[in-house]
């Protein structure tokens, strides 16, 4: 991609306590994973426009401070007691499905934002709602956000989204 061209990032937010650090940053490369094979085998299929999505994580006070993230389509994974974007998200988005008050997947059901908020109440059950979400939900939001115009003016190597990021704050 030349620098200088628009590019659309699609962000998985992770929170930014220690346990966070630990716990939910490395399924939030899961998912990254499992979105980046998503998106090839939409385009491999000619299905929407996603070949120029890249899929990054970021810490949750980044995207809060950083306003240009706020417009892109974004995945929050862990719960509010780790996640400061889960815990605004928790009364702004709607639940789209609950299990038994130990999983959530909130995201608007029209997606209105491609937004969705994915946790449980320990590790073990946002593994649980992290592929269930893939499953059920992942193609959606990947149609939605083929719709989506949001951009970033830059992507490179002295700014990962043109706003000033250290090198860990957007993760390759």
């Keep these: 991609m030349a620098k200088g061209s628009p590019i659309r990032l699609l962000l998985i937010v992770t929170g930014s306590t220690l346990r966070a650090e630990e716990m939910d940053r490395p399924l939030g490369y899961y998912l990254k994973q499992q979105i980046e094979q998503s ?7 000619g299905r929407g426009n996603l070949d120029d999505y890249l899929v990054r994580l970021v810490a949750d006070f980044r995207w809060i401070h950083d306003k240009p993230l706020q417009s ?3 995945i929050s994974l862990g719960g509010p007691g780790v996640n400061a974007l889960a815990h605004r998200w928790l009364e702004e988005v709607p639940v789209s ?18 937004r969705a908020s994915i946790w449980g109440m ?18 959606r939001f990947l149609e939605r956000c083929a719709t989506v115009t949001a951009h970033l003016s830059t992507l490179d190597s002295e700014s990962e989204t043109g706003t000033d990021l250290d090198d860990d704050d957007v993760d390759e």
């Design 122 to 139: 320990d590790n073990a059950t946002t593994q649980i709602a992290v592929s269930v979400f893939v499953d059920r939900f992942l193609p």
């Design 39 to 45: 998106l090839s085998e939409a385009v491999a299929n």
């Design 97 to 114: 499905l609950a299990y038994s008050e130990r999983y959530f997947i909130q995201m608007d059901p029209d997606l209105t934002e491609p």
């Design 72 to 74: 892109l389509p974004t």
